[in-house]
């Protein structure tokens, strides 16, 4: 474990905060598509858009007015394989944020399969095994390929065994020793994802995921999980879905002494829009409320698809 690499960097270091709540403790979600002729509105998630290489600069040029520093990036390549894989279009993307922005912002990119699998499955599979190997070693090299284009983290979503520890050895033999690992460490195969995955065009065309995401109604192994991506040398770690999730985070923090941060997700956030589309609830409230709960069940940072909202709402 590295302490430097949550403390160099002002933004990540905020993030990790204890006992506060600060604006960069919001990552912001962004989608990026390389098929520029794509539909960009996303069922469910309010205004936030799909963007592409033409139109992100602007839009988180936007954000960043508004005092939003801190992204996760969701890369959808234009072209499904299920053998070959590369990061160029996304490598592109990032060396021109990174050339408009530099440090101003935090730049986190989501390292899974799930948008360039024609299965959209998270992992590569083999006579309907999980092939590990392939899996870990081309996320690995992926996940190189986001550093070397700019990003400040990574964050390894897919749940595969031993994904941290690959990612981790791959960034430390190429000198990206001070880059964090933002691993989603406790994620359930969750019924909440759905309009990500409409977005991420990353839905499963056969089975599901429950052979590598947990089961929501085991807490032991789901405290477990984080506990083992904590041992592969995770920086960060995360439950996901969030609200659905709040019993687990004291459990985790006390094994782990690591900051934790909840995953608000697409279905979660969707309530909101559509109790406040219907005028049943005033939404900045309401999700002010849910960010409130997060920080009260000692949540250090808070991944949500309003974060952008955070000035507005007094944070
Ligand atoms: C990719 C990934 C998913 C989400 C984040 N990363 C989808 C999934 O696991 O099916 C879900 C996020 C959301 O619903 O907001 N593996």
Partial sequence: MNPERLSSNDIINNM?????????QLVQPIF???????ESS???LGKNRILFKSNVIESISRDLKNGCRNFILFFVPKN?????????????????????FDSEIVI????????????????LFED????YTESLKIMSDIGLSYVRGGADGIAPSSMLNGIVNSARMKLDSHNFKHIPI????????SNFYGPFRAAADSSPSFGDRTSYQLDYT???????????????????LMVKPGLLSLDLIEPIALKTKKPIGAYQVSGEYSSLVYLADNKLIDFDSGLLETWSSFKRAGAQYIISYGSRYAKRLGI
Avoid at 80 to 100: D, H, M, Y
Avoid at 108 to 121: A, E, I, Q, R
Avoid at 128 to 131: L, M, T
Avoid at 218 to 236: R, T, V
């Fill in 16 to 24: 990790s905060l204890k006992n506060k709540f600060v604006r960069d």
């Fill in 32 to 38: 990026i598509h390389e098929d520029e002729k794509s």
């Fill in 42 to 44: 996303i069922p469910g």
């Fill in 80 to 100: 499904k394989s299920n053998t070959r894989f590369n990061a160029e279009f996304q490598e592109n993307i990032l060396l021109k944020i990174k050339k408009e």
């Fill in 108 to 123: 986190w990119v989501d390292l899974c399969l799930c948008s360039f699998t024609k299965s959209g499955h998270c992992c």
């Fill in 128 to 131: 309907q095994k999980i092939n």
């Fill in 182 to 189: 933002m691993s989603y460490s406790t994620k359930f195969a």
């Fill in 218 to 236: 085991d807490k032991e192994n789901a405290i477990k999980s984080s506990i083992k991506f904590s041992d592969e040398g995770a920086d960060l």
